[in-house]
């Protein structure tokens, strides 16, 4: 064992893991492995070293974000990167019958080179055994106090809860859509847990009881993590798709029992399903940035979180433009050339996004488009929170976007 020097002593329990531990990898013992402290932090831990002369075992332990750890998982970055990213890291030495003898804090520079992850040291893939649950939680501002906006939960939860019936919707051969309920969850910020009820058991249709299951949790995963840099690709069927064709082939897997081999059609319905569930991921990501700044999804089995995607500021953007593209492959499109002057009634904003929803009445076509208010003056006092709190009817100039007749978005000129 290297030697540390006893002024980088720490004596606390923050660096240790109380609950949701699970092991990533595994020789003879836990070599690389996860969990959470007792204030919820994430923690990520390696085995380094052991004495046997002191009877005496070394681990790396590192508190890291939500979203670090699900690109670690992803195999987005490494172990490695992480630990140069690291303020603190700390070295935690049990003895071998597990008691924690000494716990130091040290940074990267103080690790001999040999006792350091390696450059490919991505996450090793994990066998997925997923659950009929799934929980999300609300991260920043009032939600860190475990409080919610009313209106924003509303949305919230109808959104999600059509992603689930969504990734269902590919599977409408095999059994009924399935009820989606919302169960109590443990304290954490600000949690919501959903249960999926079935309504029949398709397991006899399937190789095992899991493999559907797991098309429904790789499928999630996808639609948060990958699909919007696949989306061009995947609607004009002219680029090569790594994790569509995984999810496909995964697709195609279940019905390859009833002998049902006919990968256009699956592919067609799949792409279907996955222009439903982007618009409500869409609808999901919309509140972000208003009284919370994240949502982080997990699949839930025996109270261990199982992290799917997080939500964040940067998803809003990326789900928006993959809504757009999905629409230009599949619906009749027409964008203003210069800004029209349109009458409307604002029934959500969010004032720092500048973002929202409207209603508008165009060719006795009513819509509900997405409304995005240009510039960066201050939206407090104008009539775009006067038409919200008023329920007030405003005329607006700006650039709508009509997908079959509907208006769908329009970028808002500001005015006074």
Known sequence: MFDIDNSRRFDSDLPLIEHNYQTLLFDNEPILYTGTNKHGNRILGSSVDECYKKKVERYFHTIIDPKTYNDFLRRKITYLSIMQKAKDIFVIDQSFD?????????????????YLPSEKSFCPNQEIHPSLSFALKLKGELADLHLAVPKQLGIIQNSFSGLLNSSFESLKEFMQKPDIRIAPYAIGSFN??????????????????????????EYMIYCTNYLPNE??????????????????????????????????????????????????LGELAKNI??????????????????????????????????????????????????????????????????????????????????IKILGDDPLEETKYTESLHLSKWIKVKGIARTVDDKVKSIDVVFET
């Open 231 to 280: 989306v061009d690709a995947i609607f004009t069927h002219d680029k090569e798709t790594h994790h569509f064709n995984k999810i496909l082939e995964s697709y195609q897997n279940l019905f390859n029992r009833s002998y049902d081999k006919m990968p256009d059609k699956r592919r067609k319905i799949l792409l279907n399903v996955i222009r439903i569930s982007a618009s409500e």
């Open 289 to 370: 940035g208003t009284n919370f700044t994240s949502i982080e999804v997990n699949n839930v089995e025996n109270d261990i979180e199982t992290p799917i995607g997080i939500l964040d500021s940067s998803f809003i953007d990326s789900i928006q433009n993959t809504i757009e593209i999905i629409e230009d492959k599949t619906s009749r499109i027409y964008t203003d050339k210069e800004p029209q002057e349109y009458e409307i009634q604002i029934y959500h904003i969010n004032t720092k996004t500048r973002r929202g929803n409207a209603n508008i009445r165009r060719k006795d076509i009513m819509s509900k488009p997405e």
């Open 98 to 114: 597990g008691d924690t003898i000494q716990t130091y804090i040290i940074n990267i520079d103080d690790i001999p080179k040999d």
């Open 192 to 217: 919501i847990k959903f249960d999926i009820i079935l309504k029949e058991q398709p397991f006899d249709l399937f190789e095992n009881d899991d493999m559907w299951l797991n098309f429904i949790n």
